[in-house]
């Protein structure tokens, strides 16, 4: 599956952005799907995952309650939801996809090309 990020952009701290992780395929319900970060000179960490069927989220306890990830698999998208966002939300956004949800980056099979989301005080 190939993975397509969009969304990223810049904005001031409390403002919102919502992500958008477009996949190829027609396999795109057979994957978990997740969302990482990375900040300049620092690895990348788990931000959300979401299961198959969407019926489960999971979150990083430093964007729970202001991001929320969802998944719309008749259009083959999974979509980060950022709210009251915060000057350290600032980073390349990741899609990736597994075969099991995962809160390592190193369970996930498929990556795509990161957007920059930058938030300013």
């Known amino acids: 599956v190939q993975l397509q990020a969009s969304g990223g952009g810049s904005v001031q701290a409390g403002g919102s952005l919502r992500l958008s992780c477009a996949a190829s395929?027609?396999?795109?319900?057979?994957?978990?799907m997740g969302w990482f970060r990375q900040a300049p000179e620092k690895e990348r960490v788990f931000v959300a995952a979401?299961?198959?069927?969407?019926?489960?989220?999971y979150y990083a306890s430093s964007v729970k309650g202001r991001f929320t990830i969802s998944r719309d698999n008749a259009k083959n998208t999974v979509y980060l939801q950022m709210n009251s966002l915060k000057p350290e939300d600032t980073a390349v956004y990741y899609c990736?996809?597994?075969?099991?949800?995962?809160?390592?980056?190193?369970?996930?099979?498929?990556w795509g090309l990161g957007t920059q989301v930058t938030v300013s005080s």
């Open positions: 979401i299961s198959r069927s969407g019926g489960n989220t």
């Open positions: 395929g027609r396999t795109f319900s057979s994957y978990s």
């Open positions: 990736a996809a597994s075969y099991a949800v995962s809160y390592y980056s190193g369970g996930y099979d498929y």
